[in-house]
């Protein structure tokens, strides 16, 4: 029975790829020439440095700009709360999110059978699969999804026959 698996997935290699080119940036321009701005990686966790609340702005700017042009989907960015350090300074935990959260799962579930497509959804972990008799209900339910769901970047992988 063909199926493929709706995921939302990113690659951590081109996510650190993008960090350091952005570090590397952020060196070199001049309007942030003596400041303490910088972006730290852990894992899928970015914590990003600066000056005050407006070049954390900037410093984002130049991260978000580095993810698109490495085809990154901005989208996957959860900004966190601004935090302040040591006088001026201030600090912005950022998360790269991958996986389909359960209530984001249970949303697309509901969609594609809402839709009355001849195709079952079913969750596998922090992926929905979608299964059903022909190829065609199948690139239907594709095109549903991706016109419902825009605040999460997704990705359709194994399709099977």
């Known amino acids: 029975m063909p199926s493929f698996d709706i995921v939302s997935q990113v690659n951590q290699q081109e996510v650190k790829n993008a960090l350091e080119q952005a570090n590397k940036e952020i060196q070199n321009r001049y309007d942030f020439k ?3 701005a910088r972006i730290e990686q852990d894992e ?5 440095f600066a000056d005050d609340e407006f070049k954390l702005g900037q410093v984002m700017d130049v991260l978000r700009q580095r993810m698109a042009k ?9 900004l966190g709360a601004v935090e302040k350090i040591s006088g001026d300074k201030a600090k912005r935990l950022v998360t790269v999110k ?5 209530d984001k799962a249970k949303e697309i579930q509901k969609l594609v059978k809402d839709a009355k497509l001849k195709v079952q959804p079913s969750i596998q972990g ?3 699969r979608i299964s059903g008799a022909k190829k065609d209900d199948l690139q239907a339910a594709i095109q549903l999804v991706r016109q419902a769901v825009t605040d ?4 359709f992988i194994n399709l099977r026959d």
Request: charged residues 20%; glycine residues 6%; contains cysteine.
């Open 126 to 128: 922090d992926a929905v």
């Open 152 to 155: 999460l970047p997704l990705q």
């Open 34 to 36: 003596g400041s303490d």
């Open 70 to 78: 490495r085809n990154i989907d901005v989208r996957c960015l959860e």
């Open 98 to 102: 991958t996986g389909i959260a359960q």
């Open 44 to 48: 899928l966790a970015l914590t990003v």
